[in-house]
């Protein structure tokens, strides 16, 4: 009999976790055998490369001038509806719950006028909890789509445990944490690049983000320069967004720029993330923390804070450390610990490897497989 499914998977194809988990699940699934549709407005930015089993679907949204706001949630809508009747999809899988999972519950009762029942998973990822689930203008459609998925997923114990206590949720919600293809982190420290940004005294401090708010990467800048007083250092700070402008200035007013290298959005980070010595993740939330664990793969150690998923990721003491939202100066002090102890940074690199582990895509792959069984299953009795 062949297990292998044909699934659709919609995700945000932008720079950021989710789009990033949901296209290396794709390609991962399709390694496998399985045929895989993405479907999205664009096409997803680690997707680039070609496997005859992968296939990318766009949503395009008509310029109509009488819409003042374009209705992209109905064009999804109908796109998925389309290519599930015409690539006879077993399974959709949708990545962020607003507008994917609302569309996708939209799409399967389209389906069903057409005889067809799919089966919609839906994986929930933090900002469409933490942030916009709790604006009162999307909280009824996010319950509304959780509760009408036929499975439900969250990447973290603690982003399941604040949908549930937000929410009225009547579904189960299966915690599946984020992976990372640990075959891809070569952990190689290489002098060649790593002298491009340091001399050879100075250690490197790195943080990735898309700078949104919630990131606080003024936070970054102002535990670096506590850093650099008493310890040449260099930071890297990779991705763009909102607030760069804002660390930027802050960079200048506090006459480091000299020390602060921004790098703007890299589609490979794994390189980048290997000369450094230490992470910096200071945000105000985070469901997970994919590039932490990215880092770690990478063999550094991580500095961030203790909210959301992150200390699922990050363990205090023995990966990095963790501090309550804002408390740059214990941030700075931990960071300082590491860098002053040559001996206690190995081991706590040597820990964020071996945890990193934990998460190999070969741990977690098998827990979304047996999902879509389950429910494939569930569909032909
Ligand atoms: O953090 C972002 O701004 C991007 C966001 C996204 O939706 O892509 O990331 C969220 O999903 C990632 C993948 O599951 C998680 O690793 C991030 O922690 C989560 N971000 C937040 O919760 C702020």
Redesign the pocket.
Known sequence: MNNHLKIGIVC?P?Y??????ATELGIALADKGHEVHFISYDQPFRLDLFSENIYFHQVNVPDYPLFEYAPYELNLTSKLVDVALHEKLNILHVH?AIPHASAAVNAKQILATHGIDIPIVT?L????I??LGKDKSFKPVIEYAINQSDAVTA?SKD?KKETLQYFNINNEIKSIP?FIDMSLYKQEDDMKLRNCFAKDDEFILTHV??F?K??RVEDVIHIFNKVNKEIPAKLLMIGDGPERLKAEQLCRKLEICDKVKFLGKLKVIEKMLSISDVFILP?A???????A?EAMASKVAVISTNT??LPEVNIDGETGFLSEVGDVNKMAIDTLSLLKDKEKLNTFKENALAHAYTFDLPNILPQYEAVYKELSCKMKS
């Open positions: 945000y932008t950021g976790g989710s789009g990033v988990v962020y994986t990822h933090g900002t469409d933490t942030l990447v982003l984020n983000s898309n949104r919630v990131k945000s939330t985070e469901s997970f923390g994919l590039v664990l959301g998923g």
